[in-house]
């Protein structure tokens, strides 16, 4: 299995940066998928998650109404678009996929730096 996230870079606070994560090696229609982000000191956390079946999409409350998560199962893509970037928002941003629900995630990307300048 492979995560190939892409798309981080640098930018101005408020500006938008869109993450992709082409996966392969699963079945991407039946896995959750998500985005996780890293920054330096700080625990790895859930910034979105996006669920194969009728689930419903979660949100970090510190990205609610700025990130938008979205897959394109045709081409076993996941994506992360993120409007409205504040200096807080810089981090390693790691996709991973999940084939069990509750389960730990089971694969992981090897992550894409955003940073935020202000």
């Known amino acids: 299995v492979q995560l190939q996230a892409s798309g981080g870079g640098l930018v101005q606070a408020g500006g938008s940066l869109r993450l992709s994560c082409a996966a392969s090696?699963?079945?991407?229609?039946?896995?959750?998928m998500a985005w996780f982000r890293q920054a330096p000191g700080k625990e790895r956390e859930l910034v979105a998650s996006?669920?194969?079946?009728?689930?419903?999409?979660y949100y970090a409350d510190s990205v609610k109404g700025r990130f938008t998560i979205s897959r394109e199962n045709a081409n076993d893509t996941l994506y992360l678009q993120m409007n409205s970037l504040k200096p807080e928002d810089s981090a390693l941003y790691y996709c991973a996929a999940q084939l069990r629900p509750r389960a730990p995630y089971d694969y992981w990307g090897q992550g894409t730096l955003v940073t935020v300048s202000s």
């Open positions: 090696g699963l079945t991407f229609s039946r896995s959750n």
């Open positions: 996006s669920p194969w079946n009728v689930g419903r999409t």
